[in-house]
């Protein structure tokens, strides 16, 4: 189990299922396609299980926000000789706006980094484990990018980086040096196994994707969030947080986005709560 403190993990949504991102630029829990699925990164739960790490290979501090309005987060790194921002995301589909928020997401999680400043030596590794860690996929090159197959489900890293295939071990990774001004992209997209794996995408495109996911964060809160008063950000931020628990296709909010952590350490109190607990959901709505 990861030794990350809970409160060191951001959450993304598309509002069908969740992803958490740890303070060093690594993705370590996504269920797709509902919150309840099996994780394709599980390293929060078994260091075996999976993730998709993206970090500068020599870190001195990490500072991260919610881009304004949105759940989009932006990490920003301090490194020896530079400076980069990474920015995540989970899409939601082209165009949806204030209360279709999260309809038709393409389960699909986005990935940009550029350098802001001097130069930085950037680390990709992406060791996708579906089935909680229990199946390793079988790796294999795509234009524009790797599929991974395991089991029924298949995932399509889209990227521009030269990753090498680590025979044999289910994971790709690789090192690209970045200077002021460059900046590299990457999309993970879910798919079934059995049907043609969906396109890999350019970088261009997925930036504006992240904008667009963006653009339908902010109009929803127009729709939705009109509180002002103490706590004006705080407040803003636990709404959207909400609304990212939530279901979209039934409505039903979910008690947390992860299963099988203890309450306490060694504890047996280890529930799923990927689901509408009664007790919880109506303590939230009140």
Known sequence: MSDTPIADHALLSDCHSAALVDSNGSVVWWCAARFDSPSLFGQILDRQAGYF????????????????????????????????????????????????????????????????????ELEVDFVPRMEYGLTTPTLSRVDGGILAVGGPTALVLSTGSNLNLIDGRGRARGTVQLTEGDEVAFAVEYASSWAPPPPTIEGEEIR????????????????HQNYSGRCEEGVSLAGRVLQGLTYVPTGAIVAA?????????GGTRNWDYRYSWVRDASLTLN
């Open 53 to 120: 790490a993206i970090r500068p290979s020599r870190v001195e501090e990490a500072q991260r926000r919610y881009v304004d309005g949105t759940l989009i987060l932006e990490t920003r790194f301090h490194c020896d000789q530079g400076e980069l921002v990474l920015i995540d995301g989970l899409a939601m589909a082209d165009g949806v706006r204030g209360h279709d928020l999260g309809k038709r997401s393409p389960h699909r999680l986005l990935r940009d980094v550029r350098c802001v400043s001097g130069r930085v």
């Open 208 to 223: 504006r994707m992240i904008e667009d996911t963006s653009e339908a964060w902010r109009s929803w809160g127009a729709e």
């Open 257 to 265: 986005p992860t299963t099988s952590i203890p309450e306490l350490v």
